[in-house]
């Protein structure tokens, strides 16, 4: 056959020019070794966004003028009493002084009781009073304290600079995109140390307590905990260890996957260094999954050799030929794998398609490390047969037997029922599947970390949140000197405020209103939009545009809606009445748009993962289904493989919702990767069943095969790959704790389903044929 | 034909009450959370509360509230009912509505926006004969039960410089003396009945009473330059005016000159609630809220937590029932 020949010459190729072919491979190691040392954490807002979403083009159109989504917000508290005393105005200006000087940091936006933005207005006989509210000569005295004191009250910041029991005030601001001392993308991770340094470190002393908040201290402390990832990583190889010494009895058959398998690890991230990437906090994980797949396929490579030397084959000879027959189920398995991640490449969100190229990237360095390497390695060692007594052992063939009954149309009748059932179960259920994030807090991080802790006080002792969303209204120069314009985004802000989950909005229109009533006494009677247009230029002149609620030229004006939380429902409900609300209102002259904001990136990213869920599905699963058919050439076969597969993808959607994990960007791609991967275990023990079947032997017999020459391997591989990811339950970082559960039910439900399901189908498709 | 004209003449009746068709009010699940402006009794089992987006709030207990259908979004300061079924409100767009029907539904009898200025209060005599106030000298006056509406200038509130700056440009530019003309008066802001005599205040420092329903009216003199916002006759019969920046004064009957009484509040005081018996209250900006057992001349502070603008109240059934710029606000105080 063709095929055949094309494996004859590489087989020769390479076992001839072993020591070449081994050179080659130091040399690139070393290469890609160096490239490897060089690898940095890298993480940016931009990233984490869908670039390409229509929000996204919104926030992004007008993220100049507001500021965006990524600030940086510093509560400093007084654990002992209230803010007014010496100790803690030292430490709020100290606060106040090192973030401004961060670079990084948008000067202009950074707002503290200290800024001189930050002013009182009171309302007297003839008019105006007011002034900062921290007078240029403030001494932290009593008498200055009592002046201060009574300037917030008239300021109305409360709930907003301080807290509102007046035992913390808040320093904060929005943060560039670019560094503007190094003219390139700001570091998000270093900034993240600085503010830890600078200002954490420094501050946080004696009463005083410091915590900070946003995007980038995430991110931050999301590296931090997946350095702990390294410890995993030890971990893992030395429990994979195990399990393969265990299974190959073999100090050395133990030593090179595991050896081959870290070669692999040290390429992928060398190749990332190449191409000019990071490795972002959040695809720290797969390096983990590169080595543990590595591992699995090196477990097929050691079981083969081993029954070949215990045939009385020399190891070269095993080797050879063990090479010939794993390449093309160990390729076939393994381009799977990579085309189940690159079709996350489909997602439009900057980390997902990081995580697919590192993936998809690692998965092809396998093809090379373990079926090429691998081989040859042992090809050089001595191998000796094992005892007798051990090889009578190794056989299993009692349990082989038991299990083989899955292939008889008696139990695969039962089997498939339950299958049905489960199935049936999962799909309903699944259906229940939340998008997006449903805890409260950064999902990333647990509950009781330090930055959720910080996000609970926050959110606790201040009327804002972190939780907003702001509806852009674009409208026309000056558009806000026009009472229309007003009105309309009153009503619209109105509405939204009747909208359950919405805490409470602020707009220019609604600003205006206070200060109209403000212009006119103080009278609450005047609390409206005049209709008069010098009134209304007056009340919109003492709002300025570092309020964040018009730009310079008065066309562009946020309404910025306040939430309970950031659960998927609550961003739903919200997001659909400013659809229903906007759809209304809009005129040639206005329009609402979504939207900027924390929350309304979560919006937008929630519905591009939404989106992109059945689109994957079908990719993964195309890319799969056609893998099958070149490989087995048989519809049936390729039907045993694949539904078993759809079966544990949808009983996994099951799971994530009886375990509250919403569909994010983390979880997202756990079901692309446990497809590709899960697949590997029908290939190689229905490559076997699929020679037999061709050549007329039952499906039992068939499966018995497979199961004596692959079952242990299949069995070591599942449980391998399941262990080195549930180390990840005892990460510091959620999304991984979710990955680590979702990754270790794939592995384990696959594999099962492989050894279970799979024969039970091939009993029933090849039924006829007997 | 004849319908031709019916229909011509209702037309022609349309445009002289409303010069633009409002658009009704929302029915928003946060009405009683809105900012409310006035608040007053319908007979003896209703309350009626009235505020921002043409809310108009109805409950019969004081805790649970039904939003009544309201034909316009303006923002409605002030109401007043003469029974237990007719009322009228009044507020921004120099709107006035009217119910027959205890406030459960409204309809329009006045809707001026290009007036540009605020009702600020309304008041009846009886069923027919009622006043309307508001920003700038706003007066209108009806004797139809507010069928029509006719607009009344008040000289007497003008210094005499003032009146003759006024002729001197009626001769020379008749347009700017209109528009000179029409915002020339203070604010008033509180119509007051107290048996047969009206009292208005308003802005520097206006108090004035009338004896004819507001024919004819005598400014008292000057004893404050800034705004005054609500004037009450308490129950020992004494008048208490209070206003801007905490300032309060009273008025013995003996006719004594007006004293200032200390509030010890720097805040705006919106208005006074009188009770059945000598306690009476002070709302105001701020979470303000002072009572006084000794007809005004000392009150006790009740500071509200949430610093909200206390603006309005009632007493019903037992309970201080007030408005706010959050809604309605059931205050228990504790002595």
């Known amino acids: 056959m063709n095929s055949e020949s094309v494996i004859n010459r590489i087989e020769v190729g390479i076992f001839r020019h072993r020591l070449t072919v081994l050179f080659l491979f130091l040399a690139t190691t070393i290469f890609l070794a160096y490239q490897a040392s060089q690898i940095r954490l890298d993480a940016s807002f931009i990233k984490n966004i869908p670039l390409n979403h229509s929000y996204m083009k919104t926030y992004l159109k007008h993220q100049e003028n507001f500021g965006g989504a990524n600030n940086i917000l510093i509560s400093v508290c007084n654990k002992d009493g209230d803010i007014f005393n010496e100790e803690f105005f030292t430490s709020l200006k100290g606060v106040h002084d090192q973030l401004f000087f961060i670079p990084g940091v948008d000067r202009i936006q950074v707002k503290s009781l200290y800024s001189p933005s930050t002013r009182f207005v009171e309302v007297v006989e003839d008019g105006f009073a007011g002034g900062p509210v921290i007078p240029a000569d403030f001494k932290p005295d009593e008498r200055g304290l009592a002046i201060v004191k009574s300037n917030i009250e008239k300021a109305g910041i409360v709930g907003r600079t301080i807290s509102d029991d007046y035992t913390c005030a808040m320093v904060q601001s929005s943060l560039m995109d670019i560094d503007p001392s190094t003219g390139k993308k700001l570091d998000t991770i270093s900034l993240a140390n600085q503010l830890e340094d600078q200002i954490r470190s420094q501050y946080e002393k004696g009463n005083i307590s410091i915590h900070i908040i946003g995007f980038a201290k995430m991110v931050g402390d999301v590296a931090l905990g997946a350095k702990g990832v390294v410890a995993f990583f030890g971990i893992a190889i030395a429990i994979t260890a195990l399990m393969v010494f265990f299974f190959s009895k073999s100090f050395k058959l133990t030593l090179l996957p595991i050896f081959c398998s870290l070669v692999t690890v040290v390429w992928q991230m060398g190749m990332l260094t190449v191409i000019g990437f990071g490795l972002d906090p959040m695809s720290i994980l797969v390096p983990f999954l590169v080595f543990a797949i590595g591992v699995s396929h090196a477990v097929q490579m050691i079981n083969s050799v081993k029954k ?212 006119n006494e103080g009278n609450p009677k005047w609390r409206s939009l005049s209709r008069n247009q010098q009134s209304l230029v007056q009340s919109i002149s003492r709002v300025p545009t570092s309020s964040g609620l018009l730009d310079r030229n008065c066309s562009v004006m946020p309404v910025i809606l306040f939430l309970e939380d950031h659960k998927a429902e609550t961003i739903n409900r919200v997001v659909d009445k400013v659809k229903l609300y906007a759809s209304e209102l809009n005129n040639e002259q206005l329009q609402f748009k979504l939207a900027s904001g924390p929350v309304g990136v979560m919006a937008a990213t929630n519905e591009a993962v939404e989106a992109a869920q059945l689109p994957m599905m079908i990719y993964v699963y195309a890319a799969v289904i056609v893998l099958c ?62 020679t037999r079947l061709r050549n007329g032997d039952t499906v039992y017999n068939a499966y018995l095969a497979a199961l004596t020459e692959r079952g242990s391997a299949v069995l070591i591989t599942g449980v391998t790959l399941a262990i080195g990811v549930s180390t990840w339950f005892f990460s510091d970082l959620k999304f991984q704790v979710d990955m680590g559960i979702l990754m270790t039910f794939m592995f384990l439900v696959n594999m099962l389903a492989a050894i279970v399901v799979l024969p039970a189908l091939a009993s029933i498709l090849w039924r006829e044929k007997k | 034909m004849k319908q031709f004209w019916a229909f011509v003449f209702s037309f022609l009746s349309f445009v002289a009450v409303a010069d633009q068709t409002p658009s009704p009010s929302w029915q928003a699940p946060l009405a009683n959370k809105s900012l409310l402006l006035d608040i007053t009794t319908a007979g003896a089992d209703r309350l009626v509360a009235v505020g921002e987006y ?135 802001n509180r119509i007051t009945m107290d048996g047969r005599t009206l009292y208005m205040v308003g802005e520097i420092g206006l108090i004035a009473k009338s004896n004819d329903f507001g ?121």
């Not at chain 1, 026309?476 to 309309?488: I, K």
């Not at chain 2, 009044?90 to 027959?100: E, K, P």
């Not at chain 2, 009188?274 to 000794?294: A, F, H, K, P, Q």
């Not at chain 2, 007809?295 to 309970?319: E, N, R, S, W, Y």
Request: aromatic share 10%.
């Open chain 1, 308 to 519: 070949l030397v215990n045939q009385g084959y020399s190891a070269k000879e095993s080797a050879q030929f063990s090479f010939r027959t794993l390449l093309v189920p160990g390729m076939v398995a393994l381009l799977s794998d990579t085309v189940g991640f690159l079709t996350l490449l489909s997602i439009d969100i900057g980390v997902i398609r990081e995580l697919a190229i590192t993936a998809s990237l690692g998965v092809a360095m396998i093809i090379l490390t373990n079926l090429i390497l691998l081989p040859v390695l042992i090809s050089y060692m001595s191998l000796s047969k094992d005892s007798e007594e051990q090889l009578e052992k190794n056989k299993n063939i009692e349990v082989w037997k038991k299990l083989a009954v899955f292939a008889t149309p008696k139990a695969a009748k039962v089997i498939l029922s339950i299958t049905a059932m489960l199935f049936v179960a999962g799909a309903y259920y699944s259906q229940q599947m939340k998008i997006g994030e449903l805890h409260a807090g950064a999902p990333a991080l647990h509950e009781d970390s330090r930055y959720n802790q910080d996000t609970f006080l926050i959110t606790d002792k201040y009327a804002i949140t972190v939780d907003y969303i702001s509806v852009i209204v674009e409208a026309y120069p000056n558009a806000c000197t026009s009472h229309e314009t007003l009105a309309v985004m009153d009503e619209f802000q109105w509405k939204m405020e009747n909208v359950p989950g919405v805490d409470s909005a602020i707009s220019l229109a609604s600003v205006a209103k206070i200060v109209n009533a403000g212009y």
């Open chain 1, 629 to 690: 058919l070149i490989s087995f050439r048989s519809v049936r076969a390729t039907i045993s493989v694949v539904l078993p597969l759809y079966v544990v993808s949808t009983l996994a959607q099951w799971l994530m919702t009886k375990l509250d994990i919403g569909l994010t960007v983390s979880t997202l791609p756990v079901i692309a990767l446990g497809v590709g991967i899960g697949v590997d275990y029908g290939i190689y023990i229905l490559s076997t069943m699929a």
């Open chain 2, 54 to 188: 043409g809310h108009v709030l109805l409950s019969t207990d004081g805790e649970n509230w039904q939003q009544a259908n309201v034909p316009v979004t303006s923002t409605l300061t002030a109401v007043y009912f003469i029974n237990s079924q007719k009322g009228w409100a009044v507020g921004h767009d120099a709107s006035i509505l009217q119910t027959t029907d205890g406030g459960a539904t409204w309809s329009i009898q006045q809707f001026f926006p290009h007036l540009e200025k605020p009702l600020l209060d309304v008041v009846f005599k009886d069923e027919l004969n009622g006043l309307a106030i508001g920003a700038y000298g706003m007066f209108y006056r009806t004797q139809d039960g507010g069928n029509t509406w006719i607009k009344e200038f008040h000289e007497e509130f003008l210094f005499q410089e003032d009146i003759d700056y006024l002729n001197e440009l009626k001769q020379e530019d008749e347009e700017a003396y209109l528009d000179e003309r029409s915002s020339i008066l203070p604010h008033f």
């Open chain 2, 215 to 335: 024919k004819s009216w005598q400014p008292f003199d000057e004893i404050y330059q800034g705004s005054f916002f609500d004037l009450e006759r308490t129950r020992k019969g004494n008048l208490l005016v209070v206003g801007l920046r905490g300032n309060a004064f009273r008025s013995l009957r003996n006719g004594a000159p007006w004293q200032a009484v200390d509030t010890e509040t720097q805040a705006l005081l919106n208005s006074i609630v009188l009770t059945d018996t000598n306690l009476l209250y002070i709302l105001g900006n701020s979470g303000v809220l002072l009572s006084s057992e000794d007809d005004g001349q000392t009150f006790t502070h009740h500071p509200q937590a949430d610093g909200k603008a206390l603006i309005a109240g009632t007493v019903f059934h037992g309970k201080l029932i007030v408005v706010s710029d959050v809604g309605i606000k059931t205050i228990t105080i504790f002595k």
